[in-house]
RNA sequence: CGGGGUAUAGCGCAGUCUGGUAGCGCGUCUGGUUUGGGACCAGGAUGUCGGGAGUUCGAAUCUCUCUACCCCGACCA
C-alpha cells in the first residue's frame, strides 16, 4: 500500500479522553476513532489488524472442528423470556421494538438463538457432537465503557457452542477449545495464562478465561509460584490457617473509640496491626426465590477483603451482593461502623482466617466503643466458617503447592461448560439410541476479538508507538525512501523494492510521500503504527549496493545487499 | 446507578473570575527554501464558543435548563 493512496492520519498529541496506552496509541496511530461512548469506527489500517486476529482465529477453530455460522445480531424477546434472561440479564441487554411493538434485543451473547437453532437442526444422537461458531458485532450496554475497544458497547466476538451427548463428550471437546485457544494466543504473540474462573451469568458448572498479562487489566489473577495451579482471584480459594486456634490470654474489655470506625483508624488508635481487628460487613439477605429476606453478616480479618462473588453464593445473600444500610443493621442489634459479633441476631458467617483469629479487637455493637482481648467461643458464638475472602500474595496455594503470586490480566477469551442450563430451558433434544428423548449438554466459547487487539498493544509498545507481532501487524514491512521525487535513483529504486515486495506477497506500507514530509516524519509515523520491519532506501545505499533494515522491537539495524533484501525480509515475517 | 469533572476550529488548549462581538500551538491548503529523526519563510481557509431559554444596549463569559463526554466505585469478551 502507498502511503499517499492510504486514508491514515496520525496524531501527534494525545487524544484528552484516553487513560490506558493501547487506547492512547490506538487513537494516535489512527486505528480507530471514536463515534459515541464504546462505540468506534475501525480505520483501514487498524481493521488491517483485526482481520489479522479474525483469520487466527477462523483457522485455529476450523481445525480443532467447529463450523462456522452467522447468525443475527438482533434477537426476539420471546427466546429470551423462555430462558428468564430476558428479565434477569438486566441493563446491559439493549432492547429495541420493531414496527409492530415486538420486543427484540441487539445480542449481547447467543445462547438463545443457537439452542433454538440446535433444537430445530439437530434431531438424532448420530449428528453429535457439534461445534459452530462465528465471528461477529456484540452489543452489551455497559454501564461504563472504558478504555477504547478494551471495554467498548460494541465489539467482535468469537463465539461458539457445542453440543453433546454426554458429558465425556462434552469434557473431550471442552479440552480441544482449551488446546485451540493456546495455539491462537501463541500465534498472536500473547503472553497470557489459562485460569480457573467463575462462570458468571452465562452460567454452568466448569470454565477457564483466557488472561493476558498486563498492568493495565481488570483482572487479578492469581498464581501458585511452584505449580501450574492459576485462576481468577475472583475464584482461588483461600484455605484455613495451620494448625488451632491460638488459645486466649487476654480478658475481654470495652474501650471508647469514638472517632474510629474505620479498620484503619481503630487499628491505629488502639495500636494494634489490622490483621488483629475483626471486620463486619452486613449485606441484604434473600430467600431461595429471591426476594428479600434478613440481613446477613460477615466477619474478616481486618486485613482481608471480602471476595463478592463468594459472598453471593453464600446461602440467603441477596445477589447481587448489597450492603445493608444503617436502619437494618440497627435491627440486628448492631450500630453502623462498631458491629461485632456480640449479642448480634443475624445469621453470622466467618471467614477461615478470621475464626483462627484469638484476643481481638471488634465492634461493642454500641456507638463509639470496641472491644478488646475478644475470643470465639469464650466471648462470642463462632458462626458458620467459610472461605469468604480474596487470597493475597503470599498465601498458600489451594493445591498445596506453594504460595500464591498475584498479577493483573486481561480477559480475552473465556470457555465454559455449560450443561443443560440452556438446552433444559428451551427443550432441545435428540433422541438416543433407544428412540428416547435426550437433553442436549452444551459448552460455550468465547473470544473478544477487538479486546484482543487492544491487549496485544498493552503488551507491545514503546515510547514511540506500537510493536506489533508479525500475526498482527497491517503491514509487515515498511519501505521509507529519503528523498522520494526529489532523487530520480531513490525514486526509481524505491518503486522496483515496492513492486518486488509487494510481488512475493509481502504486505508492504511503501511511505512514497514526496519532499514535503521529512525523514523525521516518516520514521516517527512507521514507529507510531508499529510495522515491524523497516528499510529505507537512500542514495548513499543505491551508491553502496545496499538497504538498511530496522527491527522494530528492537531497534537493531543491518545493511543488507539489495539483491538479498527480498529473501532477508521473507526470513523476518516468517517467524 | 451513585459521586466528581469537562464541553471553545480536525487534535491539544487559552480566554469565563472582572460581559464589549474569539485566540494560540499542531494539523490542513497555496507558493518558495530545505532534506537521515516530528524543518523554515510568506500567505490562506476552517468556529451556530454542546443545545435551548433568560438577564443585559451587548453573553464564550452571568442565571436556569437539557444533552453529550470523561474519571472514581458494583459487571464482562
Redesign the pocket.
Known amino acids: 500500500m502507498r502511503a499517499t493512496e492510504f486514508l491514515l492520519?496520525?496524531?501527534?498529541?494525545?487524544?484528552?479522553?484516553?487513560?490506558?496506552v493501547s487506547?492512547k496509541l490506538m487513537l494516535?496511530a489512527g486505528l480507530i476513532r471514536?463515534l459515541?461512548?464504546?462505540?468506534y469506527t475501525w480505520m483501514p489500517i487498524g481493521l488491517l489488524s483485526l482481520r489479522k486476529v479474525e483469520a487466527v482465529v477462523r483457522e485455529e477453530m476450523n481445525k480443532a472442528g467447529a463450523q462456522e455460522v452467522l447468525m443475527p445480531a438482533v434477537q426476539p424477546a420471546e427466546l429470551w423470556e423462555e430462558t428468564g434472561r430476558w428479565f434477569k440479564y438486566?441493563?446491559?441487554l439493549l432492547r429495541v421494538k420493531d414496527r409492530h411493538n415486538r420486543d427484540f434485543c441487539i445480542g449481547p451473547?447467543h445462547e438463545e438463538v443457537i439452542t433454538d437453532l440446535a433444537r430445530t437442526q439437530l434431531t438424532s444422537y448420530k449428528q453429535l457432537p457439534v461445534n459452530l461458531y462465528q465471528i461477529q458485532t456484540?452489543f452489551?450496554d455497559?454501564?461504563?465503557?472504558?478504555?477504547g475497544?478494551?471495554?467498548?458497547?460494541e465489539?467482535?466476538?468469537k463465539?461458539a457452542y457445542s453440543f453433546h451427548g454426554n458429558q465425556e463428550s462434552l469434557e473431550e471437546t471442552y479440552q480441544k477449545m482449551h488446546q485451540a485457544y493456546c495455539n491462537i494466543f501463541n500465534r498472536l504473540g500473547l503472553d497470557f495464562r489459562p485460569v480457573m474462573?467463575?462462570t458468571?451469568?452465562?452460567g454452568g458448572a466448569k470454565s477457564h478465561?483466557?488472561q493476558v498479562l498486563a498492568n493495565s487489566g481488570?483482572?487479578d489473577i492469581v498464581f501458585s509460584n511452584s505449580s501450574d495451579y492459576a485462576a481468577n482471584i475472583e475464584l482461588a480459594e483461600a484455605l484455613a490457617p495451620a494448625g488451632a486456634r491460638p488459645a486466649p490470654a487476654q480478658a475481654l474489655s470495652k474501650v471508647a473509640t469514638p472517632n474510629a470506625q474505620s479498620i484503619e483508624d481503630v487499628a491505629a488508635f488502639l495500636k494494634v496491626p489490622a490483621s488483629q481487628v475483626l471486620k463486619a460487613i452486613v449485606v441484604r439477605g434473600a430467600d431461595d426465590e429471591g426476594k428479600s429476606a434478613a440481613p446477613v453478616v460477615f466477619f474478616l480479618r481486618g486485613d482481608h477483603e471480602l471476595n463478592?462473588?463468594k459472598a453471593?453464593k453464600t446461602p440467603g445473600v441477596a445477589s447481587?451482593?448489597?450492603f445493608a444500610s444503617e436502619e437494618e443493621i440497627i435491627a440486628l442489634g448492631g450500630v453502623a461502623g462498631f458491629v461485632g459479633p456480640k449479642g448480634l441476631k443475624a445469621k453470622v458467617y466467618v471467614d477461615r482466617a478470621a475464626a483462627h483469629m484469638a484476643d481481638f479487637v471488634c465492634g461493642a455493637n454500641e456507638k463509639g466503643a470496641h472491644l478488646t482481648g475478644g475470643n470465639w467461643e469464650r466471648d462470642f458464638a463462632l458462626g458458620e466458617i467459610r472461605d469468604l475472602r480474596n487470597v493475597v500474595v503470599g498465601d498458600p496455594s489451594p493445591d498445596g503447592k506453594g504460595t500464591l503470586d498475584i498479577k493483573r490480566g486481561?480477559?480475552?477469551?473465556?470457555i465454559?461448560q455449560l450443561g443443560t442450563k440452556y438446552s433444559e430451558a428451551m427443550k432441545a433434544t435428540v433422541l438416543d439410541e433407544n428412540g428416547k428423548a435426550k437433553t442436549l449438554i452444551m459448552g460455550c466459547y468465547?473470544?473478544?476479538?477487538?479486546?484482543?487487539v487492544a491487549a496485544a498493544i498493552e503488551q507491545n509498545h514503546d515510547d514511540?508507538?506500537i510493536i506489533w507481532p508479525n500475526s498482527m501487524a497491517p503491514f509487515h514491512v515498511g519501505i521509507v525512501p529519503?528523498?522520494y521525487g526529489?532523487s530520480e535513483a531513490v525514486t526509481q529504486a524505491a518503486d522496483a523494492l515496492y513492486a518486488e515486495l509487494k510481488a512475493a506477497g509481502i504486505e508492504v506500507y511503501f511511505d512514497d510521500r514526496?519532499?514535503?514530509?521529512?525523514?523525521?516524519?516518516?520514521?516517527?509515523?512507521?514507529?507510531?503504527i508499529g510495522i515491524p520491519h523497516?528499510v529505507?532506501?537512500?542514495?548513499?545505499?543505491i551508491e553502496a549496493g545496499t538497504v538498511?533494515y530496522?527491527a522494530r522491537r528492537d531497534?537493531v539495524?543491518a545493511e543488507v545487499a539489495r539483491q538479498d533484501i527480498l529473501s532477508f525480509l521473507q526470513a523476518k515475517v516468517q517467524c
Open positions: 492520519t496520525t496524531e501527534k498529541e494525545t487524544p484528552a479522553d484516553a487513560v490506558v487506547h494516535r471514536k459515541a461512548a464504546g462505540l438486566g441493563g446491559e451473547t456484540k452489551r455497559e454501564t461504563r465503557p472504558r478504555f475497544v478494551m471495554r467498548a458497547r465489539f467482535i466476538m463465539d474462573a467463575d458468571g451469568s452465562i478465561e483466557f481488570e483482572d463478592e462473588v453471593e447481587p451482593l448489597q486481561i480477559e480475552v477469551g473465556h465454559f468465547g473470544i473478544g476479538v477487538s479486546r484482543v514511540n508507538g529519503m528523498g526529489k514526496d519532499k514535503k514530509t521529512s525523514p523525521g516524519v516518516k520514521f516517527a509515523d512507521m514507529e507510531l523497516r529505507v532506501v537512500s542514495d548513499r545505499g538498511e530496522t531497534g539495524k
